[in-house]
């Protein structure tokens, strides 16, 4: 099992800029793509960004491309999403999940996932 923990998620302003992380436990973390995945309510899970094993590759959806940056140490088993630029509906639970596979922005494909943190953003 991979343990997965959220953390940087809060409130902010319209325009502010958050970091999340998430730290990795239980596996080797450099033999996963690893993903960031956010739900609002009411609505479906989406996917926001993946980075692959070496993090030569990144992913975006449309909605974030340009604003968002995902990175990964994984000397320090951990995944970043440097959040800029947010808008009210940047307002949902962030997840971050692992994949056996390189790349994905299937939720279905994902083996592990964390307990999320909330980012709300003001307007």
């Known amino acids: 099992q991979m343990q997965l923990v959220e953390s940087g998620g809060g409130l902010v302003q319209a325009g502010g800029s958050l970091r999340l992380s998430c730290a990795a436990s239980?596996?080797?973390?450099?033999?996963?793509?690893m993903g960031w995945f956010r739900q609002a309510p009411g609505k479906e899970r989406e996917f926001v960004a993946s980075?692959?094993?070496?993090?030569?590759?990144?992913y975006y959806a449309d909605s974030v491309k340009g604003r968002f940056t995902i990175s990964r140490d994984n000397a320090k088993n951990t995944v970043y999403l440097q959040m800029n630029s947010l808008k009210p509906e940047d307002t949902a639970g962030y997840y971050c999940?692992?994949?056996?596979?390189?790349?994905?922005?299937?939720?279905?494909?994902?083996?592990?996932w964390g307990q999320g943190t909330q980012v709300t953003v003001s307007s």
């Open positions: 239980g596996r080797t973390f450099s033999n996963y793509g």
């Open positions: 999940a692992a994949s056996l596979l390189r790349h994905t922005s299937s939720a279905d494909r994902y083996n592990y």
């Open positions: 980075i692959t094993w070496t993090a030569d590759i990144t």
